[in-house]
């Protein structure tokens, strides 16, 4: 079974990480120059949709004032695509990148530094639409440029390094991914520090690669580690938090420690009943992982009750058919037959 993707680390990093490297225009009286800085100051806020409106009248604007291709008009362009992208509305920031991006290698150039952010932008939206494939092609292009004119300390360009790195554990790029990650973690801690939140989410990558080499006891330690410290950053129930439990859990049972697994399978449970509800499929997903985990210790009566109650929420929100509502079905009838044994 293969541990949470682990991208889902690094979404609480990459807001304050991968900020817009975007800075006040000079301006003075100059309105356009105003109402950017306004738009500016709600995207660093993290207000995107209050900024989105405003950044589209702004584009509109500078459109009919200057044109589409002038400077000021990119950056307005560029700063609504980055609003389009913290906003979750990547499938509309894509395409709006994909046309600002010859335009602005052709008027400011490639190594421009509007023109580096917008692939990184494009990169993030990739991310976060699951085409990994096409991003990891993209940051691989990007990287040695930026580090070139930045240098590998620079804030953005360790970002980078990190959504590269995710894409190369998504697309199951093993060996190029540790590499990425094990070149990265010494600039990491040197730049923002050993339990910093890009620290901890490219150590947790690591971990889920060790995972997926089969290197479960060198995982085990590197997870029993790094728990602590994502406690710390992001709260005992906090999906990222649980997911890493839940992966967590996964080695232990390849270990064949499953009285540790139910440990970590139990602290999953109730987190997910706290922030997601009784009902929610990922509690069920849980139940399910619980009563397996309690069957392989011979548990039959105190796995029966969380089997039943995954089998009857996947029944009432999947239906009869679907492959998880079958596989609770069948693990119910084991376990009621091994009760009876």
Known sequence: MKPPPAVLFLLLSFPCSCAVRTTEEAGGADSGAKAFNRILALHQAGKYAQAEGPARALVAARTKAHGTEAEETLRAQTMLARILQDEGKNAEAEPLLRHLLPVMTRRLGARHEITLRCRSTLGQALIQQNKNKQAAAEFRSLIPLETQILGISDA??????????????????????????????????????????????????????????????????????????????????????????????????????????????????????????????????????????????????????????????????????????????????????????
Do not use: N
């Open 156 to 341: 953005y360009v360790l970002a980078d390094h990190c959504s590269y790195a995710s894409a190369l554990f998504e697309t199951e790029q093993w060996a190029e991914a540790e590499k990425e990650v094990r070149y990265l973690l010494p600039h990491l801690e040197l730049q923002t520090g050993p339990r910093s939140k890009l620290t901890v989410a490219m150590r947790c990558v690591l971990a889920c690669i060790d995972y997926e080499r089969k290197k479960l006891a060198v995982a085990d330690e590197e997870l029993r580690q790094l728990l602590p410290d994502v406690e710390r950053l992001f709260g005992a129930d906090d999906e990222k938090t649980l997911k890493l439990r839940t992966c967590h859990a996964l080695i232990l049972e390849d270990l064949a420690r499953p009285a540790e697994a139910e440990k970590e399978y139990r602290h999953v449970l109730a987190g997910l009943e706290r922030t997601q509800g009784p009902a929610a499929p990922d509690t069920l997903d849980a139940c399910h992982s619980l009563a397996l985990c309690l069957q392989q210790q011979h548990k039959a009566q105190a796995a029966l009750p969380y089997a039943q109650r995954a089998l009857a929420g996947r029944l009432k929100t999947l239906g009869r058919e679907h492959p998880d509502t079958r596989a609770s079905q069948r693990l119910v009838d084991e376990l009621m037959k091994q009760g009876h044994a």
